[in-house]
């Protein structure tokens, strides 16, 4: 207990009796210390908790019923419909920026600036791909990010087609020189996405010159799905693109009966060197510790395809949303609420890991972390990460969404951007809503304003803004 050994230390007069009774009060003294949720009762914070009631039916009138009702929806079709997409190194990426920044400010929110990061550039290029054999079929593809080009005349090739890593590596000696065509099966994004984020170069490794994978979706209408891909050092780096669902049964289908499938790939992908961006900020400062944040996060970048609405122009839109609420009302929090939307989450969190390196130093500042990255669908809940006692007042602080019947407190805080956060300690909440239609739209051009939901997205935003505020304004820091 460090604190106790800095208080007695020093006391060289006080003689050694005196000194252990000093350390000893302190000892008792510590569990009605007044300045730490640590030491005090759930009940006694449970009450303080409760007297947020009446500013969260405030909040929720306010963005559910009021006049700020579809603001953060009309916000975020503006500025998709202005903008399109928005994917990493772009130009459009810029655009949006730009967009937000001017944006925040004339919304009258705090402290708005810019924090410059590098971030990856991966251009698509022309691409397209023909089954040749068994009969001509144009397949619709969309390249992976960070994949390489085929030469200007493509890769024509054989197909193997495999339902599983396992199965390749039984048939390996099968896939030398050929194209690898994935069939798995969707089981969950997060099991199903290890196709699409390392396929290329498991196909490499048994002398495949191409892979094409499976759209990483539930759901299609002949709907490609892109997405970032990781080869391996050392591994031999082979084009790789995803095809739809109907068309990789289609050819499984092919397969078993015999027929000898072969594709015809072209793919002017290239990676340009490393450009300039910014995460895009902006506060309401706090009152009495500005120092301490409550941090609410979105991704300003999409892909290349669709308009980047659901991913993540929803999460963008009620991290902006609940700071404009909260203004409105004319509350400001004893701590600074901080809205980042990040650059290049989609290369894998790249401008979050620069923030996280740039501000970890006063990591014992940020009080909760908070991402919205997967749909802002009719809200469920929140996913959570954090020590027990964090957890029971945060679950207190749901109990104030009764109202709009948002109460839930899941396991498992989650997104790309907060992570590193959370692996250090800090508390991190993610936004769980009715999502069972999200990887439908994920990465392809499926991911249009037509997705969003104007009250949805108002509840949304009242969830956002009222666990920000309120966590933001309590005496005391949720403990690690
Ligand atoms: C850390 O916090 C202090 C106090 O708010 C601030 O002045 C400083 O710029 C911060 N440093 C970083 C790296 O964020
Ligand atoms: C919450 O649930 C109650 C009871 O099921 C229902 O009457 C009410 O409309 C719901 N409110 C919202 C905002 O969904
Ligand atoms: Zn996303």
Redesign the pocket.
């Known amino acids: 207990m460090p604190m106790i050994g800095n208080k007695s230390r020093g006391h060289n007069s006080t003689s050694q009796a005196l000194r252990t009774l000093l350390i000893l009060c302190c000892l008792l003294q510590c569990h009605s210390r007044p300045h730490s949720y640590d030491s005090k009762p759930l009940s006694e914070i449970s009450r303080e908790v409760s007297k947020y009631s009446d500013i969260a039916q405030q909040i929720i009138n306010l963005a559910v019923y009021g006049k700020a009702q579809k603001r953060s929806y009309e916000r975020l079709a503006e500025f998709t419909d202005t903008i399109g997409n928005r994917v990493s190194g772009s130009k459009n990426l810029d655009l949006a920026i730009k967009y937000m920044y001017n944006a925040l400010r004339q919304d009258g929110l705090e402290n708005v600036h810019l924090e410059p990061v590098k971030i990856p550039h991966w251009v698509r290029g022309e691409e397209s791909a023909v089954m040749l054999l068994p009969r001509i079929h144009t397949l619709a593809i969309l390249g992976l990010g960070s994949s390489v080009g085929t030469p200007p005349a493509g890769i024509e090739a054989e197909v193997i087609v495999v339902d599983s890593f396992e199965e390749l590596k039984k048939r390996a000696s099968e896939a030398k020189g050929k194209i690898v065509v994935y069939n798995q099966p969707f089981v969950s994004y997060g099991e199903t996405v290890a196709y699409r984020a390392s396929g290329a170069s498991e196909a490499a490794k048994v002398g495949a010159v191409a892979s094409l994978i499976r759209s990483v979706t539930p759901f299609s209408i002949n709907s490609p799905h892109t997405g970032w891909q990781w080869y391996e050092p050392g591994v031999v780096q082979i084009p790789t693109a995803c095809i739809t669902i109907e068309d990789a049964q289609m050819m499984a289908r092919m397969a078993r009966r015999g027929q000898r499938i072969v594709v015809r790939l072209t793919m002017a992908a290239q990676t340009l060197p490393d450009v300039d961006s910014f995460n895009t900020v902006a506060e309401i400062t706090g009152s009495e510790h500005?120092?301490q944040v409550v941090l609410l996060s979105g991704h300003l970048d999409s892909w290349d395809v669709g308009q980047g609405a659901m991913d993540d122009g929803g999460g963008v839109a009620i991290s902006w949303e609940a700071l404009s609420v909260i203004r409105d009302l004319g509350l400001r929090p004893k701590r600074t609420l901080r809205t980042v939307l990040w650059s290049a989450e989609e290369p894998g969190g790249v401008g979050a890991a620069q923030y996280f390196q740039?501000?970890k130093?006063?990591i014992s500042?940020f009080d909760l972390v908070m991402e919205s990255d997967l749909g802002t669908f009719s809200p469920l809940g929140l996913q959570f990460t954090g020590s027990d006692k964090a957890r029971a007042i945060m679950k207190e602080v749901m109990k104030l969404l009764a109202a709009i019947n948002v109460t839930s407190l899941e396991e498992h805080g989650e997104g790309t951007d907060i992570n590193m956060w959370m692996k250090a300690g800090v508390p991190g909440a993610s936004l769980h809503t009715a999502d069972q239609r999200y990887f439908w739209f994920h990465h392809s051009d499926g991911d249009t304003m037509s997705v969003q939901n104007p009250e949805e997205m108002n509840l949304c935003s009242a969830v956002w803004a009222v666990v920000a505020y309120v966590v933001a304004d309590l005496e005391e820091m949720l403990p690690r």
Do not use: G, S
């Open positions: 500005p120092e740039q501000h130093a006063n500042n």
